[in-house]
């Protein structure tokens, strides 16, 4: 699933409904900038985003429409892409975070991604998947946890 779609876009910018249609949108607009923003962003946050990564969601949505204005008016897309590098730099660089639709933030952090199982056996290996069987010292780390 999409972070974004053409209900996304023209939610906020209702004058793309009137131009074009959701199938020309999504194809030849959404998809490209989806592609763009979550390129950019690869480097310091795991991809592709949820579509409850609202600052992925809105940043996206702001570069369907500077591509749909790339040609048209140009001074308009510029200006758009202004913003929308200025807050990727400032999410990269750290000045800025990540927010979920719950209100969770999500910080780079210099390149490593961090996970809460990275410390045990993974659940998935190339073995047989009958044998396949979470880490006992997970388990025991969640059982001591809740006490």
């Known amino acids: 699933m999409a972070i974004i779609n053409w209900e996304d876009v023209v939610g906020r910018y209702p004058a793309l409904a009137k131009a074009r249609d959701a199938t020309e949108v999504n194809t ?3 998809l490209y900038a989806i592609a763009e923003v979550e390129g950019r962003l690869a480097s310091m946050f795991t991809v592709p985003f949820s579509s ?3 600052t992925a969601k809105d940043l996206t949505i702001d570069t ?11 001074a308009k897309a510029d200006a758009i892409d202004d913003h929308v590098n200025g807050r990727i730099e400032a999410l990269l660089s750290g000045q800025a975070a990540m927010m979920t639709s719950d209100g ?7 390149g490593t991604i961090w996970s809460t199982t990275q410390d045990y ?4 290996d190339k073995s047989d998947p009958i044998t396949w069987m979470v880490s006992s010292e997970e388990l025991l780390d969640n059982a001591d946890a809740r006490l």
């Open 52 to 54: 409850n990564n609202i």
């Open 64 to 74: 369907t429409y500077a591509k749909w204005y790339r040609f048209s008016d140009p």
């Open 104 to 110: 969770s933030i999500m910080h780079s952090v210099g």
């Open 121 to 124: 056996t993974p659940v998935f």
């Open 28 to 30: 030849n607009y959404v």
